[in-house]
Every structure is written in structure tokens, then in C-alpha cells.
């Protein structure tokens, strides 16, 4: 995989930390050059002087100043920040807001940005970082399981309209990795992630390995792919299953 990407301009989102610091470490690794964007100036700088990248602190779809900093070409660019955000369907008008923004709405500005020159020269690669919540759902997250649904499906739809003209698109769909994100999400999460939960290395493990064998679904927990296919083949069977945990997580609260 290192000759695939020595000197590939690559850019991470919401790389200050966790999968994002992951993805960032192994690129760097492998030979790219890379640069680390996230909202916090401070570990968005941390991580790209541990690694020897490039910090542009900001927005996750400012594909331009991270493309400026790259000296004007992207090679791979991986979608990774995101928002956990939990709640209802009586979560706050800002809340939806928000989830679909970053978790949607980056996605797509990136891609407006990217695939102009992407398709012109016949080569491009873009990591969208889903969740397992993207295939299947997550208990009392409804923002963030419906928004992960929609960047899965974006995904998704890239790659089936641009796979001929050289774009190769991964989706990575973990379940539980142990990062800011999962400790934020309380009772839900000790019950339904914790216990099967990796570390962020992990999941860079995985891409690489996707990459290598050019597979758009990229699944650090191998189990997931059994849960998806059991929801496709039988929903009201997994819905009910689904709801026990609901109940259970309600038990415990």
C-alpha cells in the first residue's frame, strides 16, 4: 500500500483526535503528505507536528486552503469530523441542524470542490467516516443515525456514478472506537459500544487494508456485515431485536 500513497497530497478532517489523528498518523506513515484539519487550532497543529503535516485549522469542507497547502493538488481526501449528537425526534430545530451540516452537508461541499479535477484527470480518492450507525441505527441518537444514514447513502452514490471515470470512494463503518465521541455518549453507548469497542488504529488498520483491495464498504468490526444483512433480510425481525435494547437501555436509566 505505500507506493499507492508516497507523496499523495491527503487531507483529514477533524483530525485533531481520534480516528481522525489516527487516519493521519498512517498516511503520514505510508509516505503522503498530509494535512491535518480540525476546529481546534491547538491539536490540529499537535498532530501535524508529531507527524510532520501541514495544520489548516477550520472548517471540515475548506478544501481550498488545505488544497493551497498542498501546493495545489488532493489525492485523497478522507471526510472523518463529525457530530455524536444524541437525542429524539424533539431534539432542538439547531441540533438536526447542525448533524446535517457536518455530517451530510461537508461531505458534499467537499466533494463540489474536489471532483471538478478529480474526473479531469481520472483519479481521485475519497473516505467518507460513517459509523456502524450508517448501516443499521444507534439507541437515542436520532440526529446522528439518520445523518450517518444520508452520508453513507452520499457515499455510496459517488462511487456508484463516478467509479468508471477513476474515483474510488470508501466507507468506513465501525461500531464502537474508543475516542471523545463514544465516552459522550453515556448509558447508550456503555451498553451498546463499549463492549466491542477498538482503538482509533484499528480503524486506520482497516481502511489500508480496504485500500488495498479496493473495497468501498470498509468494516473494522467484521461482525457488522452479519447485522446488515440480517436487517436487509428481515426488518421487522431486527427492528424487534433493536427494540429490546431500546427497552433495555430504558431499564437502566
Not at 485533531?16 to 491539536?43: P, Q, T
Not at 495545489?72 to 448533524?99: K, M, T, Y
Not at 465516552?183 to 447508550?188: K, L, M, N, P, V
Not at 477498538?198 to 468494516?219: N, Q, S
Amino acid at each position: 500500500m505505500v507506493g499507492a500513497v508516497q507523496d499523495a497530497g491527503v487531507v483529514v478532517t477533524g483530525a485533531g483526535g481520534g480516528i481522525g489523528a489516527a487516519l493521519a498518523r498512517r498516511f503520514a506513515a505510508e509516505g503522503a503528505r498530509v494535512v491535518v484539519n480540525d476546529l481546534d487550532a491547538g491539536k490540529a497543529g499537535a498532530v501535524a507536528e508529531e507527524i510532520g503535516g501541514i495544520a489548516v485549522p477550520g472548517d471540515a469542507s475548506g478544501v481550498a486552503a488545505a488544497r493551497d497547502a498542498l501546493g495545489g493538488r488532493v489525492d485523497v481526501f478522507c471526510a472523518n469530523a463529525g457530530l455524536g449528537s444524541g437525542g429524539s425526534e424533539a431534539a432542538d430545530a439547531a441540533v438536526w441542524a447542525s448533524a446535517w451540516d457536518v455530517n451530510v452537508m461537508a461531505h458534499v461541499r467537499a466533494a463540489q470542490e474536489l471532483l471538478p479535477a478529480w474526473l479531469e484527470r481520472g483519479s481521485g480518492r475519497f473516505v467518507s467516516t460513517v459509523s456502524a450507525a450508517g448501516l443499521l441505527t444507534m439507541i437515542g441518537a436520532a440526529p446522528y443515525s439518520v445523518t450517518k444514514h444520508a452520508a453513507y447513502a452520499f457515499a455510496e452514490w459517488l462511487s456508484l456514478t463516478y467509479r468508471h471515470r477513476g474515483l474510488k470512494v470508501h466507507a468506513i463503518c465501525p461500531q464502537g472506537v474508543r475516542t471523545d465521541m463514544l465516552a459522550a455518549t453515556g448509558s447508550a453507548g456503555d451498553l451498546v459500544l463499549q463492549p466491542t469497542a477498538i482503538e482509533p488504529d484499528a480503524v486506520a488498520d482497516a481502511l489500508f487494508e480496504g485500500m488495498a483491495e479496493d473495497r468501498f464498504l470498509i468494516l473494522p468490526h467484521p461482525e457488522a456485515a452479519g447485522y446488515y444483512r440480517a436487517r436487509a433480510a428481515d426488518p421487522d425481525t431486527w427492528l424487534t431485536s433493536m427494540n429490546h435494547i431500546q427497552q433495555k437501555w430504558e431499564a437502566t436509566r
